[in-house]
């Protein structure tokens, strides 16, 4: 992978549109990784990333805590750009705020627009490459075939059936993150991952395999997985390391931690948290 600490004017035409699907990596106050859907990800100059914020979520706070961000972004032309920034800044007027609600998404809707903007400095990005379509293809078969070879013999129920229908999707986006050794979280994607049974994850580590081989047993590890109609669910847990499974060489994850990030509701799912009465209206 190329990387580089710039973007180039294509590189930012190529962020403009809305309709890309962009992915933040950070980093929560337990020294977890967090990953978010943020397709408002724009590059207004060539070191330089924004943020649009309609939605108050967990990500927002998390860069203010702790300002180092992973992200890949991949556009509609299925090519994909991931790197590192640090948060600097929100504001909430402002050329940059002026061209997101211009955007037809914010600019009609009538229940939200961007009310603030998160201003990031580049630190690292590689170049935008295409998906390597066929051997994520590949990964993906595999990891179908043997994925039950991996199943845990006590599952815990971690997954809901939707969470392993959207998992197990060979058509839905699946993109994992970690801790890199510099404290920025490290996003890659890893759409050949598939749910083994309501516990675990697994993949068959093909497709961007130079990256992904560099996951260390026992490191606190989160997969986001999404569909092109934005279901979408966040699950965290612990990375087992590669092993074979029917001759096949596949990563396990098992989960401990299930978050919806679906508005209007977010929330844990995983462990169960306890109902509490409201008692202020």
């Known amino acids: 992978m190329t990387s580089k600490n710039h973007f180039s004017e294509s590189d930012m ?16 106050p337990e020294g977890f990784p967090h990953i978010s859907l943020l397709t408002s990800v724009m590059a207004p100059a060539p ?3 924004t943020i649009g914020e309609f939605c108050k979520g ?56 961007i009310n603030t903007v998160h201003y990031l400095d580049l630190k690292e990005t590689s170049t935008g490459e295409a998906l390597p ?5 590949a990964s993906a078969v595999l990891t179908k075939m043997t994925k039950g070879a991996a199943a845990k013999n006590n599952p815990q129920g ?5 969470g392993k229908e959207l ?30 049974d309501d516990s675990r994850l697994a993949f068959h580590s093909g497709a961007f395999s130079s990256e992904l081989n560099r ?21 965290r847990g612990t990375f087992n390391g590669y092993a074979r499974r029917r001759g096949i060489k596949l990563g396990t994850l098992d989960i401990d931690w299930v978050y919806n990030s679906m508005p209007p509701n977010h929330g844990q799912i995983y462990p169960p948290v306890p109902l509490t009465a409201v008692v202020n209206f």
């Not at 379509?133 to 293809?137: G, S």
């Not at 989160?222 to 934005?230: D, I, K, R």
Request: glycine share 8%; with cysteine; hydrophobic share 40%.
């Open 47 to 49: 070191a330089q990333l």
């Open 158 to 162: 971690a997954l809901s059936y939707f």
């Open 58 to 113: 967990l990500s927002k706070s998390y860069m203010r805590q702790n300002p180092k961000i992973g992200f890949a972004i991949l556009t509609l032309d299925k090519r994909i750009w991931k790197g590192k920034a640090l948060w600097t800044h929100s504001k909430t007027e402002g050329p940059e705020y002026e061209v997101y609600n211009q955007q037809p998404m914010f600019r009609y809707n009538t229940y939200f627009g």
């Open 133 to 137: 379509l066929l051997t994520i293809a």
């Open 167 to 196: 998992f197990n999707r060979l058509d839905s986006l699946k993109f994992l993150s970690y801790i890199g050794e510099n404290g920025y979280p490290v996003v890659i994607p890893v759409i050949q991952c598939q749910a083994s």
């Open 13 to 28: 035409k190529a962020f403009a549109p809305s309709e890309k699907v962009g992915i933040i990596g950070t980093v929560t």
């Open 215 to 235: 996951l260390k047993p026992g490191t606190p590890t989160a997969v986001f997985g999404l569909t092109m109609q934005m279901e979408d669910v966040l699950v």
